[in-house]
């Protein structure tokens, strides 16, 4: 990270922020959940224990689950928001979040470059693993929220819904929540932050901002646009400073750390 | 006593009796007097005014003359209580010891304390101590091991005897609060007395003094005792529960209609009797969590399938964590009145099964009911939804992980060498081809 060289914005305050609250809430409530869904093992309990026993765990796991609800709702909203501003291209087109055509041609792209069959693509906004990643924590949530309230308020639910869906919900919320904790502190920590290209860990969540070289190797096809639209001038950002560098590094390897730990213990358990 | 003799060797020879119209006989043969403990002695050592000849009844012999010391203890204890020298026979000196063939006092048996004591010898001889001590256990408990020494012999009522209600645990760990003669005699359970001590009967009776908490003779009897493997014991087993039930008569009434009493009482040899659940010497507080929690582990022993598909559940799982305030087995079932789910007294049942969630979901009704406890998603016919959301669920996790996985392997290599080129500086040329 050269001092002087020049930086682009690529995340907002408003985008850092709510990646804040998915970030202190999913590893809240990956730590609260899966004692219980471990509660077999002596980790679960002692995890358990840690946390101030079961009843605690389980209401730092509803704590964080309102703040799931709390970023999700902001999300919602801020979508709304910029499709009243009749945002362009929120929907389609290079920097929508909507998967195209164009995603899958990369991802094939992708693949053969991995293997030397071809020349990297030149990823837009949004590269598909990343449009993945939002899609996962949005079904995520829809999955995983809908079936935690039903198992939070069951004798509500029980009013319009049959007894036996709770039976449903106790797999699908465990079972999708592994899924998402396995799929975050492996895939996602792998392709965001572990690759060898950015390895230790690729602070922009925190900084919001990236440098030109780093934008244009990753971006290539946005950078060009951006520029063809005279758009990227707006862009130009400050490097990060210190304390903003610092802060990354901490709760970035924070969270890290807590997650590579949860998935050792989840791999360890698997393979006993 | 040549001179003694000379009258009393005649077989003969009898005065008036105490009873009107018989007579007793004063004769004395010389060989049991040889045999005697005291066949050192002349006969004036205990009848002290005897002169030869003698026309006149002598005085009573007192032994209290050389033996004071013994005297004092038989006055101490119930043998020498007045009630007990009322008694016929009284157990006066020579009642226990003889007369002319008095016999030293390592030389007597329980076969003294049969005179009048037969039945509590009779059951003795039955019993387990009574049976190893005739097999030649020189261990093994007499009368005197439990009730104290003859002499001064006290009461079970009495709060000094070592029979007391509350002492008596304290008596039988004399010898079974030694872990090395449990091995010794075979005895399984070692550590019975500390255990016992731990448990809520032995803190009733030892911290609270209750005289209606259980010791060991009131499961185990005191006289009778028998190995748990003699059909006739009162802790065999098929007898436990009506042993139990001699304090316990409510929760017994229960028990003896539920499923498991019933498959008991027919002799089911998996079938719960009270100590399964509630253990025999370390019985606990059952509002304690530790008890509670462990019973649960304790219902899977057999109902193994129903122990697992409950912990897949929010119920068994919390629990497990070791909370107690989510159902337990016995907070859906019952514990003593468990009767099977066709059963319309269950709590299972599909009359009562609502009542039961309400007790913790209150505003639970008839859908809620259809939450089902034990559901198992491996099982397709019972469970088909169950079965196929759990299949799909499993599918989207391997095939997720299988893409990204090999994608991951993919990328790795290539993105460290990526990276390496980056380093040595052919990367700065260009940001992309």
Redo the contacts between chains.
């Keep these: 990270m050269s001092g002087g060289e020049r930086h682009y914005f690529r995340l907002n305050l408003y985008h850092r922020v709510l990646h804040g609250m998915v970030i202190a809430s999913f590893l809240g409530l990956a730590v609260t959940g899966l004692?219980?869904?471990y509660?077999?093992t002596g980790w679960?309990?002692g995890l358990?224990?840690a946390l101030g026993?079961?009843?605690t765990?389980?209401y730092l796991h509803r704590f964080f689950a309102l703040v799931t609800f709390v970023y999700f709702a902001l999300h919602l909203g801020y979508l709304v928001r910029l499709a009243l501003a009749g945002r362009h291209g929120m929907f389609w087109g290079p920097e929508s979040m909507v998967p195209q055509p164009r995603d899958l041609v990369q991802m094939v792209q992708h693949?053969r470059?991995?293997?030397?069959l071809g020349?990297?693509p030149?990823f837009d906004r949004w590269a598909y693993?990343e449009k993945f990643d939002y899609w996962a924590v949005f079904w995520g949530i829809a999955i995983i929220g809908s079936s935690g309230l039903l198992?939070w308020f069951?004798?509500?639910f029980?009013?319009v819904?049959?007894?036996?869906t709770?039976?449903?919900a106790?797999?699908?919320h465990s079972?999708?929540a592994?899924?998402a904790v396995?799929?975050i502190f492996?895939?996602h920590f792998?392709?965001t932050h572990l690759?060898?290209?950015k390895?230790p860990m690729d602070p922009v969540i925190f900084t919001g901002r990236v440098s030109e070289?780093e934008f244009?190797?990753d971006h290539?096809a946005e950078y060009e646009r951006l520029k063809r639209q005279g758009r990227l001038e707006g862009l130009q950002a400050d490097p990060p400073p210190l304390w903003l560098r610092n802060f990354s590094r901490v709760v970035g390897f924070s969270a890290l750390a807590i997650g590579l730990v949860l998935i050792w213990l989840i791999i360890g358990t698997a393979l006993r | 006593m040549e001179d003694c003799l000379a009258c009393h060797a005649d077989k003969g020879l009898a005065r008036g009796a105490p009873v009107r119209g018989k007579t007793l006989s004063v004769f004395v043969d010389e060989a049991v007097l040889q045999g005697s403990a005291h066949a050192s002695l002349p006969c004036v050592a205990c009848h002290r005014s005897a002169t030869a000849p003698h026309d006149e009844r002598l005085p009573a012999v007192s032994c209290a003359g050389c033996h004071a010391g013994q005297r004092a203890a038989l006055g101490e204890g119930i043998h020498g209580s007045r009630k007990a020298e009322a008694a016929r026979p009284a157990p006066s000196c020579a009642a226990c010891h003889g007369t002319h063939d008095v016999k030293a006092a390592a030389s007597l048996s329980t076969q003294t304390c049969v005179a009048c004591h037969a039945r509590q010898v009779d059951l003795y001889r039955s019993s387990v101590h009574g049976r190893s001590r005739a097999r030649g256990d020189a261990e093994a408990a007499t009368c005197r091991s439990c009730h104290g020494p003859a002499h001064k012999a006290l009461a079970k009522a009495d709060p000094q005897s070592p029979t007391y209600h509350l002492s008596l645990p304290r008596t039988c760990a004399q010898c079974h609060a030694d872990p090395e003669l449990a091995r010794r005699h075979g005895i399984e359970v070692g550590a019975v007395y500390q255990q016992y001590m731990d448990s809520i009967h032995g803190r009733a009776v030892t911290r609270s003094g209750l005289l209606v908490a259980a010791n060991c003779s009131d499961c185990h009897g005191a006289h009778e005792i028998r190995a748990r493997t003699d059909a006739g014991s009162r802790v065999f087993r098929a007898n436990i529960p009506r042993t139990c039930a001699t304090c316990h008569a409510g929760v017994y009434r229960d028990y003896a209609e539920s499923i498991h009493g019933k498959a008991a009482a027919h002799g089911a040899a998996g079938a719960p009797v009270c100590t399964d659940c509630h253990s025999a010497h370390q019985i606990r507080r059952v509002e304690g969590a530790p008890w509670q929690l462990d019973v649960i582990r304790e219902c899977g022993t057999c109902h193994r399938e129903s122990l697992r598909t409950y912990r897949d559940t929010f119920h068994g799982k919390v629990t497990q964590l070791g909370l107690t305030r989510v159902a337990k087995c016995s907070d859906c079932h019952g514990s003593h009145s468990i009767q099977p789910a066709s059963d319309p007294r269950s709590r299972v049942s599909p009359g009562n099964i609502v009542s039961t969630c309400q007790q913790c979901h209150p505003a639970a009704g008839k859908s809620f009911a259809q939450f089902h406890p034990h559901a198992d998603a491996r099982d397709r016919v019972r469970f088909p939804r169950l079965y196929y959301v759990n299949l799909l669920m499993i599918s989207l996790l391997v095939g997720t992980f299988a893409f990204f996985g090999v994608h991951t392997v993919l990328w790795l290599p290539r993105s460290l060498v990526e990276r390496l080129r980056r380093r040595s500086g052919s990367g700065e040329e260009g940001p992309d081809r």
């Design positions: 004692p219980l869904k509660a077999h679960g309990k358990s224990l026993g079961p009843f765990t389980g693949m470059y991995f293997v030397g020349p990297r030149r693993w198992l069951p004798a509500f029980s009013r819904l049959p007894g036996w709770f039976n449903l106790i797999i699908i079972d999708e592994l899924l396995g799929f492996t895939i792998f392709n690759r060898p290209e390895f070289e244009r190797r290539p």
